[in-house]
């Protein structure tokens, strides 16, 4: 499935670099460490199939995406620090690893894939083209990094954490999402377990080591009346040109809300940024844990920046600026 593979490359790097301490606490949790790098992404996948009910935890993951990230991770530091274990906190480091790689990429793979907003001429193949472009990004680098084919690897197993969340993450959640989001956000059935067996559940069904799933969907795709594009969630054989998603010529592109924003990076660096973020973010949350950092430090340097502009959740500029790199 598309950006899981970026987003576990992205932990194994920061763990290289990160503090003795938590790397071996991440090294005894692998698999937890994995999942939470995964950010809040599992709530994406509740109820994954089209016509299948209600999309309640879809609404609750864009939430915990845009809003008021640097609370939500403030307070997950104080639960950490009131109820000392290291699952939650590996978890909770997981999570950061998965914020600064989206706040930091997001801008660029939306200026390079674009969205739909409507059904102008050729926006067809924009639909699901962020999708598309992320499972591009994720084959290459697993090529980079681990040397494998992501076509052919079954990623569920890396995040695979049994039949349900470990009790640690759901008292998690259950005492931080009310505090961020209200009461009612978690009202329901047992949202974060569905979601997350929803999760395995879909990527075992978009493993496609063949190729023959993604065909099928292909023959769908020209038959629907609509266009869903669900090629799009399989990943190819081949990625075209490596260039158009990696930009490792520095061409220049803009943010998506500022079209006088504009910067050089290539994939590549706006990922080392990550890493980079992300060490120094838990090295600060294990001092604060610890009790060697206080809350006005953590105020101070854990904001709200939006997973998916890179910007303060405040500047509600609208995404509109875009080069889409198309099939
Ligand atoms: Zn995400």
New binding site residues.
Partial sequence: MP?VWT?LICGHEVLKLAREDFREMARRERKLFNFGC????FL?YYNFLPWAGDKRAVAL?NRI?HESCGLFFRECLKHARHNPGEKSLVYIMGLMC?WCL?RAAHPYINYISGTCRGDGPGEEKLVNNHKRVEASIDSLLAKRFLGIDVQKVPVHREIYLGGSLPPEVQALYSRVLPLVFGDGCLAGADILNKSYSDMIAALKVLHDPRGAKRLVASLYDLISPRVDNMRYYFYGATVGDPEAYLNEDHRPWCHPMDQAEVHYESFSDLFLRAVGDTVEMIDLSMRFVLGEAGEAEIRDKITDIS?STGKIHSDEREMVYFLPVLP
């Avoid at 995964?38 to 992404?41: A, E, H, S, T």
Wanted: hydrophobic share 10%; aromatic share 8%.
């Fill in positions: 950006d987003h995964q950010g809040p992404d994406f993951g995406h998965h989206d997973h």
